[in-house]
């Protein structure tokens, strides 16, 4: 019999908490990682005022230098910890999948200088569209239609540009490019970067709106991911039977493996919040596993390097937290946490290399602390024993610790 009977796992994308220990490794804009701090360095210049999740325990989190304006309660609701990283990566796909069990050894390919030509060439043949090649190299998405989007709209050509991530963007003006065409565009370079020496993570549909100056990115993006390398957490709990919902873009990160209730994207951090609290209130969900990724941070703030803009995000949620836990049962589990950093006072424009924070609240709870530190994928293992199923390629369950 489970523990808990149902488990809901947010990811607040790109809310790290502190460089990890191999942090240096790791380059952002020819600057290390190490000194990278995404909670920490907004908390210090701009404030940050999360009571709700410092109730549970966010502040409790073990760090060398406290958060500033989150204080560590002396009787916290829940548990707290932070996860360290153990896949060479600190994309998306890399942070998901650890999370869900598995060990990425061999990142995926990143393009620093922009795609070989051989990719950019069979892309214009296979469209009829050509290809703007001076955006093809890392692009902020904002920065790229501002630069090209008014010549997409007086030529029809794509663009095409990357980032620090292993993933290839196609921005196409709506109104010049209609959505059926993109996406048909973005299957067809996600059917030639499948194999190295271009195994990318993603492809991702920008499409876009308005007028040059006034350009803006519509919540009709789409990711085409890469099916995980072996089996996750979700393929175990699916093949037992067991319900998984993904809310956001979670279905696209495991290309559908292991979900068996797509509830669609988000519009908006508010939208995906919603969709988490109308599922959680479905007759129909009594049992399984719900998984919600939360993108506003990263995709909005962290790329922009807005850290007011974070920090409000972070405002926002914490604003709506009570909403999730009224809509939980008394055996749920809700657990919050993120997949990498994206510190927005640091270098350049890209993830950074962090620890990200763990906290686990549930109606049923007696006791409360801080776990021992562990690794991203023992969220897996704890989730695997919990709905009494193997657990993936890596991690160690703290079930136990949750009492």
Known sequence: MSKFK?????????????????????????????????????????????????KIGLGNIPREVPLKTVPAESNPTGYATKLQEVSLGKDTMTGHWEIMGLNITEPFDTFWNGFPEEIITKIEEFSGRKVIREANKPYSGTAVIDDFGPRQMETGELIIYTSADPVLQIAAHEDIIPLDELYRICEYARSITLERPALLGRIIARPYVGEPGNFTRTANRRDLAVSPFAPTVLDKLNEAGIDTYAVGKINDIFNGAGINHDMGHNKSNSHGMDTLIKTMGLPEFQEGFSFTNLVDFDALYGHRRNAHGYRDCLHEFDERLPEIIAAMREDDLLMITADHGNDPTYAGTDHTREYIPFLAYSPSF?????????????????????FGVEKAMIGESFLDKLV
């Open 6 to 54: 149902r488990m809901h796992l947010v990811v607040l994308d790109s809310v790290g908490i502190g460089a990890a220990p191999d942090a240096n490794n790791f380059v952002n804009a020819g600057v290390p990682d190490g000194a990278s701090d995404t909670l920490g360095h907004i908390s210090k210049t701009v404030g940050l005022n999360v009571p709700n999740m410092a």
């Open 366 to 386: 007696k006791g409360n602390g801080v776990i021992p530190v562990g690794h991203f994928s023992d969220i897996s293992s704890t989730i695997a024993e919990n």
